[in-house]
């Protein structure tokens, strides 16, 4: 598990895009945008509108917090302070495994994942997980993988 996070050194200040969401990550919630005219469902939510039909009035759906690992990437040079000693750290793009829509689109979430790089791999399971900070406003989710998967890919294979 790579070394903590020092929260002390990030200034994160919900918005009013994003004050919903941290307050649902207060409560161990996750959750992404939802249209409710189409259904449509992204990620982060900072946009407006509805990118499929248009509608000005997002609303929220509060996934599982379960999905699985698209891509990652390993950061070994941090660019923020509170990185520091945490690299490196593997951060993961993760699709939300309740979020895939008829059409074929799938929410993806980026996410600071738990495990040391040998462990993640392209196809694995993963699961969110509530990091308390101490920003009592903030509770950071992080990810972990959860299982395993029959072909997976790493990027040293
Ligand atoms: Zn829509």
Redesign the pocket.
Same mark, same amino acid.
């Given at each position: 598990m790579p070394a903590p996070i020092d929260y002390s050194k990030l200034r994160i200040v919900p918005d009013f895009d994003t004050a919903e969401w941290w307050a649902a990550a207060r409560e161990h919630k996750y959750l992404v945008r939802q %249209? /409710?005219?189409?259904?449509?469902k992204w990620f982060p939510p900072i946009f407006p509108? %509805?990118?499929? %039909?248009?509608?000005l009035k /997002?609303g929220w759906f509060q996934t599982a917090g379960k999905g699985v690992i698209h891509s990652y990437v390993v950061v070994v040079q941090p660019i923020v302070g509170a990185f520091i000693g945490t690299v490196p750290y593997v951060v993961a793009i993760i699709e939300l495994d309740d979020c895939r829509e008829a059409g074929g689109s799938v929410t993806r979430v980026a996410g600071v994942m738990l495990d040391d790089e040998p462990e993640v791999a392209i196809g694995l399971p993963c699961e969110v997980v509530y990091e308390e900070t101490a920003d009592p406003r903030i509770v950071m989710p992080r990810w972990r993988v959860s299982g395993s998967a029959a072909n997976v890919w790493r990027f040293n294979e």
């Open positions: %249209c /409710p005219d189409c259904g449509h509108a %509805c990118a499929r %039909c248009g509608s /997002p």
